[in-house]
């Protein structure tokens, strides 16, 4: 039952977290931990996020099928490829090749050395740092239809960086936008639809290693861990592009920071681990062992 009640709360913190620039791989990283729980593994948190995507899925439907209509158009006739939509499915193409290839290259790592809480809590303050700065040198004058092939590049290489738990792949990817001159919402919403090839993909990849045990939850905890953020992520959506029509990212870039503190004044004082349990299980034993559920 524990298990149960663990998932339930990790695919709450999911959804809350997935969309708001404050890292939800760092938040399911931190929070067993304090709890006294076995790290979920990046397995696991790769797949639950296949819940929040389908919710971005869902929320942004209208756009998807109008972008992938109209890029597959564009194919087959000259005219529409000058059309945002047509555009758009270019962008979100090429931005995902970073991702994509590092994440490969590095799988091994994503699982073990990168989910380290020194490395966590750091990225949780300079990424939080980078949100501010990026928001204090934004002009805000570009939106959507103003998008550039660069856009797309650069936020695909930003995104990448949200390999490593603390960085924020929305984060990552709004500071880059911000950067680039767009606008708050322009920003966030193309970091949206920029996440769902790459983040379905990691999570369709690694359906099999939670199937093998490579995480301390079964697959109905992860799969109900993933119905819940799915629900909780639609919400966080809706609220976050009405949330930053009108406001800046102030209040989460102090969160990160003070959240970034407090773990590594936690793990220096030596109340947490600073290695996760798939980290430090014994080189000969496998994960999928180490991982099991008990």
Same mark, same amino acid.
């Given at each position: 039952m524990a298990h149960w009640l663990q998932a339930v709360f990790l695919g709450v913190l999911q959804g809350l977290t997935e969309f708001l620039p404050i890292s939800s791989s760092a938040h399911l990283r931190i929070f067993p931990d304090i709890f006294?729980?076995?790290?979920?593994?990046?397995?696991?948190?790769?797949?639950?996020?296949?819940?929040?995507?389908?919710a971005v899925l869902l929320y942004f439907r209208n756009d998807i099928a109008r972008i992938i209509k109209t890029w597959?158009?564009?194919?087959?006739?000259?005219?529409?490829?000058?059309?945002?939509?047509?555009?758009?499915?270019?962008?979100c193409i090429v931005g995902t090749i970073p991702i994509g290839v590092l994440g490969i290259l590095f799988k091994d790592d994503i699982k073990t050395g990168a989910r380290n809480l020194w490395l966590t809590g750091s990225m949780l303050i300079i990424?939080?740092?980078?949100?501010?700065?990026?928001?204090?040198i934004a002009t805000f004058e570009r939106d959507l239809s103003q998008l550039t092939m660069r856009d797309g590049v650069l936020g695909g290489l930003a995104? #990448?960086?949200? %390999? /490593?738990?603390?960085? +924020?792949?929305?984060?990552?990817?709004? *500071?880059?936008?911000?950067?680039?001159?767009?606008?708050?919402?322009?920003?966030t919403r193309f970091a949206f639809l920029l996440a769902?090839?790459?983040?379905?993909?990691a999570g369709l990849f690694q359906l099999s290693d939670v199937a093998d045990g490579d995480s301390p939850y079964s697959g109905g905890q992860t799969a109900l861990a993933t119905v819940i953020s799915f629900f909780v992520g639609?919400?966080?959506?809706?609220?976050?592009?009405?949330y930053v029509a009108t406001h800046t990212?102030?209040?989460?870039?102090?969160?990160?920071?003070?959240?970034? #503190?407090?773990? %590594? /004044?936690?793990?220096? +004082?030596?109340?947490?681990?600073?290695? *996760?349990?798939?980290?430090?299980?014994?080189?000969?034993?496998?994960?999928?062992?180490?991982?099991?559920?008990?």
């Open positions: 006294g729980w076995k790290d979920p593994g990046a397995s696991f948190t790769a797949v639950i996020q296949i819940g929040t995507e389908l597959t158009l564009s194919l087959f006739k000259p005219q529409y490829r000058g059309e945002l939509d047509a555009r758009m499915g270019w962008y990424f939080g740092l980078v949100l501010y700065g990026a928001e204090k995104q #990448a960086c949200a %390999l /490593i738990p603390g960085v +924020s792949r929305s984060g990552a990817t709004i *500071s880059m936008g911000l950067t680039l001159g767009q606008k708050r919402e322009a920003a769902i090839p790459a983040v379905v993909s639609y919400a966080a959506i809706a609220w976050l592009l009405k990212y102030t209040p989460f870039v102090i969160y990160r920071i003070a959240l970034g #503190a407090v773990v %590594l /004044i936690l793990v220096a +004082s030596g109340v947490l681990e600073a290695k *996760s349990d798939i980290e430090l299980a014994p080189p000969t034993a496998p994960v999928a062992v180490i991982g099991a559920v008990n």
